[in-house]
């Protein structure tokens, strides 16, 4: 009977993890295979107005909130970005209420500098000077296509401030080819318009 014992109870310690392991690899599969589950990560381009291009990874710690953070560019310069969806609707087509944030740096003296003196490059665009944030809330909707592509369009309003620093520190020869405004750092608070359509490759 000792010996017995002794061999169920090495069998049971032995087949205990593997039944354990089997179980959340059966979950784990289920959890996969399950047409309700919502991918957490994505890979998200759009392109619309105020901010132009933009490429973000995207996260969905819920099925109701996804948040993204990357980089943009306006044709001129490169910006980056974060911003917050909200998605109440558990269906293929669902409504999204969106905020994002975002900004981009003014090209420094310097840079202009090298730009003004390279005479094969085109004419200074005057907004290679201009920075820029803004902050945007936005309506729209999202449709979720099967092989995990989600398409999106969505519209609202920017609340930005443009800015633009001083050219006074130009070298001599490089003077005469900004106006005398420019001389001068300004600011300028707008409200804009905004809307934008991309969508997002979910995975994970």
Request: charged fraction near 20%; avoid cysteine.
């Amino acid at each position: 009977m000792g010996t017995r014992s002794t061999l169920l109870a090495l069998v049971v310690l032995l087949v205990a993890p593997m039944a354990s392991a089997f179980e959340a690899g059966d979950i784990r599969r289920r959890a996969t295979q399950d047409p309700e589950r919502v991918a957490p990560f994505g890979l998200m381009l759009d392109a619309g107005v105020t901010e132009g291009a933009g490429l973000s990874i995207s996260f969905r710690p819920a099925r109701v909130v996804r948040l993204h953070l990357g980089a943009t560019h306006n044709g001129v310069r490169a910006g980056a970005r974060a911003g917050l969806t909200l998605l109440p609707l558990r269906s293929r087509v669902s409504p999204a209420f969106s905020v994002e944030i975002g900004h981009a740096q003014p090209a420094d003296v310097r840079a202009l500098e090298r730009r003004l003196a390279d005479l094969s490059l085109p004419p200074l665009p005057s907004l290679e000077r201009v920075g820029y944030t803004y902050a945007s809330g936005l309506v729209g909707f999202e449709v979720s296509m099967p092989r995990s592509i989600t398409f999106f369009v969505r519209g609202g309003v920017s609340f930005m401030e443009l800015y633009g620093p001083s050219l006074k520190d130009l070298d001599e020869p490089l003077r005469g080819t900004v106006g005398p405004a420019e001389d001068r750092s300004w600011m300028l608070r707008t409200v804009r318009p905004t809307a934008k359509l991309g969508f997002i490759l979910n995975f994970g």
